[in-house]
């Protein structure tokens, strides 16, 4: 059975992006905008709420986003800028998807402690490379990525999961908005 905590509370900040920044400083804040707006996503709910799918037959859960998205950061920004030899987190041979089926004893607090370590590992890797320059690593297809490519991607990733939190969290709750 999931471990039951207190209800979460709202504190997470989010900052609208300029509207008249550079190229670099639009991208990472809209980064951050999406960050930010998982987070909010799963601001004052339990872990049964947490762990509650979106609807049948998908099994996708608010947790299991924050698990993937710490996948994903820990993909395009460790492995495929960087270069590092980053293992999976939560991915497994047997179940590639482990990071969205999270077993009982898979915490909230955790998920979210990796998935911001990630992030800010991500900022770390980012800060000395210019937008053109190609990463360290290769994606799982052979191709290599400028930064400004992973950054565009980054913002689709979470724009699109956050879609799927919306929509999960106001079958939770009844709460909606961007």
């Known amino acids: 059975m999931p471990r039951m905590t ?10 609208d992006p300029s509207t008249a920044s550079g190229e670099r400083e639009a991208l990472e804040q809209w980064l951050d905008f999406h ?10 709910l339990d872990d ?9 037959p998908s099994d996708l859960n608010l947790l299991g986003l924050v698990r993937h998205m710490a ?17 999976w987190i939560y991915s497994t041979q047997e179940d590639f998807d482990r990071d969205i089926h999270a077993a ?18 991500a900022r770390t890797l980012a800060a000395d490379r210019h937008l053109d320059d190609l990463g360290l690593g290769e994606h799982r297809t052979g191709e290599r990525f400028n930064l400004r490519w992973i950054y565009l991607h980054m913002i689709e ?22």
């Open 71 to 87: 996948e994903v950061e820990r993909g395009w920004f460790r492995r495929v800028l960087a270069g590092e030899d980053a293992p």
């Open 6 to 15: 207190t209800e979460r509370t709202k504190t997470t900040v989010r900052i």
């Open 104 to 121: 009982d004893v898979d915490t909230y607090e955790e998920a979210y402690a990796t998935w911001q370590g990630e992030i800010a590992r």
């Open 35 to 44: 960050r930010v707006t998982l987070a909010q996503k799963c601001e004052g």
């Open 48 to 56: 049964t709420q947490l762990r509650t799918p979106s609807a049948p």
């Open 157 to 178: 990733e979470y724009a699109r999961h956050n879609g799927h939190a919306d929509l999960i969290r106001e079958r939770i709750d009844g709460a909606t908005g961007d």
